[in-house]
């Protein structure tokens, strides 16, 4: 069985794992693992197909009142427990008195990082490939025809796909079998600034074309008409899946913060830069999607059919576009490290501190499952395996695990942390695990823990449910 006998570790070292250098080196890595792929890729691509405007807004209000107290309370039973997610949780249980069942949330958690790198890498591999077609000057000049046939004639070949997401999954495993040594941080320190940076460039360019004042509109006026129910859960999974939130990547994370830092200012400014990377990806999309007569529900080929576009008429355009998509692949590539961390310190738990088979292990488990979705875009385009249900229909295996992680495991997972943190941690508990005095701060925290964010999330359930 496993040994889960680790004295309590509130005072810090664990297992000779260093913690993080300063408060910045956690924001930055914890900021390197929300920016990804969700908020350049999926967040426009979710916000064409829900409608624009009123998505946005339910997204908004679910980051703040749901994302954020989550995000502070998994930092910090990651940061009480100081163990993989799955004896964090079996450790705090026993301190905390409370049911040693609590442990399966670290382990749906862990499940829920498996299942969603298993698809992440697929688009971690576009994105390499991207970073190809842009080198060698594919965009330049090209219409939205050849741009969209590059595109599908990537998906259409299985060997392509499987290719490309072998090679994301290599450089993962290599950079986590390694541990997040001083390399990653100082490469995270200096790479997440120039996605900014570039993403401004971009914002730049957008707005000079005729599509700015359109998008902007649909983007920011809310037409409520086209809220449906399967938005609104889709708008809460997303500001799940955009914070990493409960699948133990943040877990993992806070396990590494040292006691004197304070939980709720970094959860604040990882939610603040996390949601403005999204607002600025969409504001450099939608613009070329509306100039050039593109479909905005163009579904996960959203950025890679627009913004190669640009860049193939903007000057310095091979140069632009490189980085670009460099960059998107470094942020996917820091946000897929931290999915598959609490794996990973697990199996390392277990093996007595193996990393490197541990990293191996559960790579290979994640790059296995990755075949199946890189196939469901070419050979198993026609496999719908829930497709008798209504509400599943046309999806493909790709979709159906994107749907049950984002939709369904993450939502859960967090309602279950906030109860954690809300009830079956008591009040004083849960000030000093903050390190927060009791007061306005820490009581509404706590009230927002106990009913607002649990209620929200169950309410758009049963709604969904109905
Ligand atoms: N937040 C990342 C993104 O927006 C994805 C991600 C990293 C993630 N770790 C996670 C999603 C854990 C869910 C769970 O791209």
């Known amino acids: 069985m496993n040994e889960i006998s680790q004295p309590t570790a509130q005072q810090g070292g664990r297992h000779g794992n260093p913690l993080w250098s300063s408060r910045l080196a956690f924001i930055l890595a914890a900021t390197g693992s929300a920016v990804g792929l969700g908020n350049i890729w999926k967040f426009p691509y979710i916000t064409g197909e829900y409608g624009g405007g009123a998505f946005v807004l339910v ?96 998906l259409a070949r299985p060997a392509t796909l499987l290719g490309w997401h072998s090679l994301f999954m290599l450089v993962v495993i290599a950079i986590v079998c390694r541990g997040l040594k001083s390399g990653m941080e100082k490469a995270i320190n200096l790479l997440m600034p120039l996605l900014f940076l570039l993403l401004l460039v971009m914002v730049g360019y957008a707005m000079s074309t005729p599509g700015f004042e359109q998008a902007t509109s649909f983007l920011f006026n809310p037409d409520f008409s086209k809220l449906t129910t399967e938005a609104v859960l889709t708008a809460l999974g997303h500001a799940f899946f955009t914070l990493s939130l409960a699948s133990g990547a943040m877990m993992a994370y806070g396990s590494f913060l040292p006691k004197e830092y304070s939980v709720t200012g970094t959860a604040v400014t990882i939610a603040i830069v996390d949601t403005v990377v999204a607002l600025l990806a969409g504001l450099a999309i939608f613009p070329l999607v509306f100039s050039n007569g593109l479909e905005v529900a163009a579904g996960p080929g959203l950025i890679f059919q627009t913004l190669p576009l640009a860049f193939g008429q903007m000057p310095f355009g091979i140069l632009f576009g490189s980085l670009f998509f460099a960059l998107l692949l470094i942020a996917a590539i820091t946000s897929a490290i931290s999915m598959l961390e ?36 070419n050979l198993l385009g026609d496999v719908h395996p829930l497709g008798f249900l209504t509400a599943f229909e046309g999806k493909t295996i790709f979709d159906l695990l994107d749907y049950l992680t984002a939709n369904i495991m993450l939502p859960l997972g967090g309602l279950l942390m906030a109860v954690y943190a809300g009830w079956a941690m008591s009040a004083q508990a849960l000030a000093q695990a903050l390190s927060l005095q009791p007061g306005m701060l820490f009581n509404t925290l706590r009230f927002v823990l106990r009913f607002i964010s649990p209620v929200l999330v169950l309410v758009v359930f049963i709604n969904q449910l109905v």
């Open 342 to 377: 609490p794996a990973v310190e697990w199996l390392e738990e277990r093996q007595q501190g193996n990393r490197l088979r541990a990293a191996l292990i559960a790579g290979i488990a994640v790059w296995t499952l990755g075949i199946v979705n890189a196939l469901s875009f």
């Open 59 to 154: 997204y908004l209000l679910c980051i703040a009142l749901i994302g954020v107290p989550i995000l502070i309370a998994e930092v910090m039973l990651g940061r009480r427990g100081r163990r993989s997610p799955l004896h964090t949780m079996a450790t705090l249980a026993r301190e905390d008195g409370c049911s040693a069942h609590w442990l399966l949330l670290g382990g749906m958690g862990m499940l829920a990082g498996w299942l969603i790198l298993s698809f992440y890498s697929v688009i971690g591999g576009w994105s390499l490939a991207y970073v190809g077609n842009a080198v060698s000057g594919q965009f330049a000049g090209a219409d939205a025809n050849q741009i969209g046939t590059l595109f599908g004639d990537m």
